[in-house]
């Protein structure tokens, strides 16, 4: 065990000195568009292993070649123009379009690992003016579709504009033929498919995402880059989860922490709890996912993914609907307003004025009108919990009709995503409104008095005498699943199921499956 960590810290010293020789080749090369080639190459060597706060360096060497490849050659007097000469001055002008175009992708990548556009400058913010849109015109307008690097770099600038849905249609084609092709570099191999996979699963097509970063993962573990495979590894437990395969998804983040902390990923430690969030809300485990995104609200973890601001306001929510104005007006007034291209920012203020009010019916009111303005691919998971977050709280007040037709919204997005984890929980939901309405006898609009686990985020307060095993025995069951389906997902036998299950009904007073969720969704 001691030999192998120890021939993982010489791998990433490896991509270091990798990185520093790129770079003293940089320094040497009297080309400025090579010289860029080579620093681009650098940050990709140990992006993912870099301290972001190291890594503004390579964007200030980017800005010196861009500099330098702007500024007029001295040389003799100016000649009648020729065929030459206007050839040489295309030439010159597309060079510098090449140094211009790294220079914007390699500055908005590192800008949005700083929190760059959340953030006032300061000293290690990087250089600007640089925006990965320019970065994307500047790729088009030079034709680099053909040239590996340049391809690599224009799709990073394409998920630093969180625009995953453009991934695909812009560079699968091209990025397909390279993957089975032997002298494409194993790393940048994986690196692109992996941003595929990205791209996929961000924007909403989850199986066909997670399927890509399968494959990726195969290629991390060809190529022998830990780094690589710890970063595929964390999203793929966050897909998984998604998916509903939770037994999986734990394995997957269990693996990815210590891949994570073998590689020295600086990256993919600070966002591995933005997918145990995503672990602890599809199991049902609410007292986990509370303790995580407190945790991310407290760290810059989600200025990538857009999901900084949505981290906040689950939280602010949490406590509002638990009753806890004060904790949630603190988290609110500690929220910023986004820019106005961010994922999500057509809902936030609605989303605001529910949390500062949550019984009010217009304030909800105007939070489902917003749901119209997320319409964006990025945006389609965050409409489903929006979704499932009202639906949920209508139930409470007792307003069944409305909490049926929000949890079905919730239940078709989630449904077109994939996400069949999440659309278990929403199924517990609608069964819970519609076996309560049966119990009490209620009309339907008439009042219940229950709160589902999704508007308040915790269960009812007999749960609290469950222990923790208990707790996740009864949540599978309430799902739907059978003993032999909860014994295979928490990796435990039948029997011990059958025990724990038999200790919660005790507990809890209930006599049978559907008393059991009744109880827990209170």
Same mark, same amino acid.
């Given at each position: 065990?001691?030999?192998?960590?120890?021939?993982?810290?010489?791998?990433?010293?490896?991509?270091?000195?990798?990185?520093?020789?790129?770079?003293?080749?940089?320094?040497?090369?009297?080309?400025?568009?090579?010289?860029?080639?080579?620093?681009?190459?650098?940050?990709?060597?140990?992006?993912?292993?870099?301290?972001?706060?190291?890594?503004?360096?390579?964007?200030?060497?980017?800005?010196?070649?861009?500099?330098?490849?702007?500024?007029?050659?001295?040389?003799?007097?100016?000649?009648?123009?020729?065929?030459?000469?206007?050839?040489?001055?295309?030439?010159?002008?597309?060079?510098?379009?090449?140094?211009?175009?790294?220079?914007?992708?390699?500055?908005?990548?590192?800008?949005?690992?700083?929190?760059?556009?959340?953030?006032?400058?300061?000293?290690?913010?990087?250089?600007?003016?640089?925006?990965?849109?320019?970065?994307?015109?500047?790729?088009?307008?030079?034709?680099?579709?053909?040239?590996?690097?340049?391809?690599?770099?224009?799709?990073?600038?394409?998920?630093?504009?969180?625009?995953?849905?453009?991934?695909?249609?812009?560079?699968?084609?091209?990025?397909?033929?390279?993957?089975?092709?032997?002298?494409?570099?194993?790393?940048?191999?994986?690196?692109? +498919?992996?941003? %595929?996979?990205?791209? /996929? !699963?961000?924007? $909403? @097509? &989850?199986?066909?995402? *997670?399927?890509? #970063?399968?494959? =990726?993962?195969?290629?991390?573990?060809?190529?022998?880059?830990?780094?690589?495979?710890?970063?595929? +590894?964390?999203? %793929?437990?966050?897909? /998984? !989860?998604?998916? $509903? @395969? &939770?037994?999986?998804? *734990?394995?997957? #983040?269990?693996? =990815?922490?210590?891949?994570?902390?073998?590689?020295?990923?600086?990256?993919?430690?600070?966002?591995?709890?933005?997918?145990?969030?995503?672990?602890?809300?599809?199991? $049902? @485990?609410?007292?986990?996912?509370?303790?995580?995104?407190?945790?991310?609200?407290?760290?810059?973890?989600?200025?990538?993914?857009?999901?900084?601001?949505?981290?906040?306001c689950e939280l602010a929510t949490y406590h509002a609907l638990r009753g806890d104005a004060a904790a949630a007006q603190a988290v609110v007034a500690a929220i910023e307003d986004p820019p106005l291209d961010w994922p999500g920012a057509p809902a936030l203020p609605a989303w605001r004025a529910w949390i500062v009010d949550p019984r009010n019916p217009a304030t909800m009111a105007w939070l489902e009108r917003s749901l119209v303005g997320l319409n964006r691919p990025v945006e389609r998971l965050s409409r489903a919990r929006l979704a499932w977050l009202l639906g949920g709280w209508h139930a409470h007040c007792g307003r069944r009709a409305d909490a049926i037709r929000l949890l079905e919204l919730a239940s078709s997005e989630y449904a077109a995503t994939g996400a069949a984890g999440l659309l278990a929980r929403v199924a517990v939901d609608l069964a819970s409104v519609a076996e309560r309405a049966?119990?009490?006898?209620?009309?339907?609009?008439?009042?219940?008095?229950?709160?589902?686990?999704?508007?308040?985020?915790?269960?009812?307060?007999?749960?609290?005498?469950?222990?923790?095993?208990?707790?996740?025995?009864?949540?599978?069951?309430?799902?739907?699943?059978?003993?032999?389906?909860?014994?295979?997902?928490?990796?435990?036998?039948?029997?011990?199921?059958?025990?724990?299950?038999?200790?919660?009904?005790?507990?809890?007073?209930?006599?049978?499956?559907?008393?059991?969720?009744?109880?827990?969704?209170?």
């Amino acid at each position: 065990m001691d030999i192998d960590q120890q021939s993982h810290g010489l791998q990433e010293q490896e991509h270091q000195e990798e990185a520093d020789r790129l770079l003293a080749a940089a320094d040497r090369a009297g080309d400025p568009v090579a010289a860029a080639r080579l620093v681009a190459e650098a940050f990709l060597a140990v992006s993912r292993t870099a301290d972001p706060a190291g890594l503004p360096p390579m964007v200030r060497r980017l800005a010196v070649l861009r500099a330098q490849a702007a500024t007029p050659q001295a040389g003799p007097r100016a000649q009648p123009a020729t065929p030459q000469a206007g050839a040489r001055s295309r030439e010159v002008v597309a060079r510098q379009r090449e140094i211009e175009f790294l220079h914007h992708a390699i500055a908005a990548a590192v800008g949005a690992r700083l929190g760059r556009r959340l953030a006032r400058r300061g000293p290690a913010t990087p250089p600007g003016p640089a925006h990965p849109d320019e970065a994307l015109r500047l790729f088009t307008a030079a034709g680099l579709h053909h040239d590996p690097l340049y391809v690599e770099c224009a799709m990073i600038a394409t998920l630093s504009a969180q625009r995953p849905d453009r991934i695909r249609p812009l560079f699968a084609q091209v990025v397909e033929p390279w993957l089975i092709d032997d002298r494409i570099d194993p790393a940048r191999r994986t690196r692109l +498919t992996t941003m %595929l996979g990205m791209g /996929e !699963a961000w924007s $909403g @097509d &989850l199986l066909r995402g *997670r399927a890509t #970063l399968r494959r =990726a993962h195969g290629y991390a573990v060809a190529a022998g880059r830990l780094d690589l495979e710890a970063e595929i +590894t964390s999203w %793929l437990a966050k897909c /998984e !989860a998604l998916c $509903g @395969d &939770l037994v999986l998804a *734990r394995r997957r #983040l269990a693996e =990815a922490r210590v891949l994570a902390a073998r590689s020295g990923s600086a990256w993919v430690g600070s966002h591995i709890a933005e997918c145990a969030a995503a672990l602890h809300l599809a199991s $049902g @485990d609410v007292d986990a996912w509370v303790g995580v995104v407190g945790r991310l609200v407290g760290s810059a973890v989600g200025a990538n993914s857009g999901l900084v601001f949505e981290h906040r306001c689950e939280l602010a929510t949490y406590h509002a609907l638990r009753g806890d104005a004060a904790a949630a007006q603190a988290v609110v007034a500690a929220i910023e307003d986004p820019p106005l291209d961010w994922p999500g920012a057509p809902a936030l203020p609605a989303w605001r004025a529910w949390i500062v009010d949550p019984r009010n019916p217009a304030t909800m009111a105007w939070l489902e009108r917003s749901l119209v303005g997320l319409n964006r691919p990025v945006e389609r998971l965050s409409r489903a919990r929006l979704a499932w977050l009202l639906g949920g709280w209508h139930a409470h007040c007792g307003r069944r009709a409305d909490a049926i037709r929000l949890l079905e919204l919730a239940s078709s997005e989630y449904a077109a995503t994939g996400a069949a984890g999440l659309l278990a929980r929403v199924a517990v939901d609608l069964a819970s409104v519609a076996e309560r309405a049966v119990a009490t006898g209620a009309p339907p609009g008439g009042r219940s008095g229950q709160v589902p686990a999704s508007a308040t985020g915790s269960s009812a307060p007999a749960e609290a005498a469950l222990t923790a095993t208990e707790r996740r025995v009864a949540a599978a069951v309430a799902e739907g699943l059978s003993n032999q389906e909860v014994a295979a997902r928490l990796s435990v036998s039948i029997k011990t199921v059958e025990f724990h299950l038999r200790n919660a009904y005790r507990k809890l007073g209930v006599r049978k499956r559907t008393e059991l969720v009744r109880h827990l969704l209170r």
